[in-house]
């Protein structure tokens, strides 16, 4: 349970804050406070460019401990068909935690490479399309950091509304 502002019209920053409660083994009652950014572009000289980079950072009031998470992407898409696109694309991330049992900061810097099929329905020609769904597909290895994980497989399905 929580509430979510977006202090800036044209820009895609949220703060929230949540109650999380407990329901089961593996969950706590904790509050988060949260901020995201996500800042999406496509250069002028070649529509089919694309980067996207994603904020986020988050702090638990009773655990006093905090994750921070950044993610940028590059891609050139492709037309499949009118509401079909597939993008290859080059990513990059960085993570932080103190949000375990010995207080310790967890870091995680890491490189990859993807592919991204997305499906706009919806659309017509005076309207965006009314939602989306994408596929992603990411291959990721551990360039530095102190987490033990060295490489990734990522299979990630967002849908847009």
């Known amino acids: 349970m929580g509430v979510r502002y977006k202090p800036l019209k044209d820009k895609e920053l949220y703060l929230s804050a949540q109650q999380m409660i407990k329901a089961g083994d593996n969950t706590r009652n904790e509050t988060l406070?949260?901020?995201?950014?996500?800042?999406?572009?496509?250069?002028?000289?070649d529509k089919s460019i694309y980067n996207n980079l994603y904020l986020?950072?988050?702090?638990?009031?009773?655990?006093?401990?905090?994750?921070?998470?950044g993610?940028?992407?590059?891609?050139?898409e492709y037309r499949l068909s009118d509401h079909t696109t597939i993008s290859p694309y080059i990513t990059t991330g960085a993570s932080l935690t103190t949000?375990?049992?010995?207080?310790?900061?967890?870091?995680?810097?890491?490189?990859?490479?993807?592919?991204a099929l997305r499906h706009q329905s919806g659309e017509t020609r005076?309207?965006?399309?009314?939602?989306?769904?994408?596929?992603?597909?990411?291959?990721?290895?551990?360039?530095?950091?102190?987490?033990?994980?060295?490489?990734?497989?990522?299979?990630?399905?967002?849908?847009f509304y």
């Open 126 to 159: 005076y309207k965006d399309a009314l939602y989306t769904n994408q596929l992603k597909l990411e291959a990721r290895q551990k360039y530095a950091g102190n987490s033990k994980d060295s490489n990734a497989m990522r299979l990630q399905w967002e849908f």
């Open 99 to 115: 949000d375990n049992a010995k207080k310790r900061a967890l870091t995680n810097f890491d490189i990859g490479v993807g592919v």
């Open 33 to 45: 406070l949260r901020a995201s950014l996500g800042i999406s572009g496509k250069p002028v000289e």
């Open 56 to 69: 986020d950072a988050n702090y638990f009031v009773k655990n006093r401990s905090k994750v921070l998470y």
């Open 71 to 76: 993610n940028y992407e590059l891609g050139k």
